[in-house]
């Protein structure tokens, strides 16, 4: 089971905030770092110093860091059109030296585009956008070279673009979300993973087992989905640490045991092996709130990785 980080920065955080966590988790052999797209802080906090847009943060970061993959869970499809998002993706892309990966949503969160001026169509609208841009930003990056691509849809239309720039390996495609019936066909059709954010294991179990039928009624080897998870994490070398870092992200330890991974390494390898039985999960993103905690994300690489490696 390999395990990712994965962090929240419209609670607040700078890039340089960002940077120290992608670097810890890239000296402790963690297998990617990912982030958020939002552009809004949620609940009680003051989200100083305010959003950073993901795609910013990760061409940063494709320049500063070396080796870790980098990635979103999710950007929303409401924020951009998916020609400029196929650009951007595809140049973040080369400047890492092909260690992108990426998570497209459709977009939920009504307030952030509120505060920012975004439109925020109708549920079903949202979907059918997000729909499209899956077509337009792989068909994009799939057309060969020298060829050009056009699209005719609902929302998005395309004629003969050049399809540039390409990226610099072939992007995996996250997708996800607990719909019961468009979600697992986008699934099928698109994803080269599928991500449950925060679920409980039945809950996943029943999603995942819904996208394998909707690959097996296209023809599509459900094998070659990877099936992760996130889960926010409060782990320590006892109770006490536990309880302390449970308190620095506004959570209670009994809540987090039955909603995330909280414990000793003992306890969440035990849970995590009950994951794995359940829903045959091989990627875990651990949900790390507290970015000043660098010692929590070491810890973890240093007492649980190496478990679940064995």
């Known amino acids: 089971m390999e395990l990712r980080i994965f962090t929240e920065p419209q609670q607040g955080a700078s890039y340089d905030d960002l940077l120290a966590v992608a670097r810890t988790a890239e000296a402790a052999g963690y297998g990617a770092f990912f982030r958020s797209d939002h552009y809004l802080k949620m609940g009680d906090v003051d989200g100083l110093p305010g959003p950073t847009d993901a795609w910013i943060t990760l061409a940063g970061l494709a320049r500063d860091t070396e080796r870790i993959r980098l990635g979103t869970l999710m950007t929303a499809a409401t924020f951009r059109h998916p020609g400029p998002l196929a650009i951007s993706v595809a140049q973040v892309d080369q400047m890492s030296g092909g ?7 459709a977009g939920w969160y009504e307030e952030e585009h509120t505060a920012y001026g975004l439109p925020f169509p109708p549920t079903g609208e949202r979907f059918e956008r997000y729909a499209e841009q899956l077509e337009v930003v792989t068909g994009l990056w799939n057309t060969p070279p020298g060829e050009t691509y056009s699209f005719e849809g609902k929302h998005y239309r395309l004629t003969d673009s050049p399809a540039l720039p390409k990226p610099a390996h072939r992007i995996p495609v996250l997708i996800g979300g607990l719909g019961p019936r468009r979600t697992p066909a986008l699934a099928a059709r698109h994803a080269d993973e599928f991500n449950l954010p925060f679920a409980d294991a039945e809950t996943a179990a029943q999603q995942f ?17 990877t099936r992760s998870v996130a889960l926010v994490v409060a782990i320590g070398r006892d109770d006490a640490e536990v309880a302390r870092r449970a308190a620095a992200i506004g959570r ?11 414990g000793t390494p003992a306890e969440v390898v035990d849970r995590l092996g009950q994951w794995r039985e359940r829903t045959a999960v091989t990627r875990v993103y651990l949900q790390v709130l507290d970015l000043a905690d660098l010692d929590h994300v070491e810890f973890v690489a240093a007492e649980v990785a190496p478990q679940l490696r064995s």
């Open 209 to 225: 087992a819904r996208v394998e039928a909707a690959c097996e009624a296209i023809g599509r080897d459900p094998g070659e989905i």
């Open 99 to 105: 260690r992108v990966e990426f998570g497209l949503g």
């Open 252 to 262: 209670e330890v009994d809540e987090l045991k039955r909603n995330g991974l909280a």
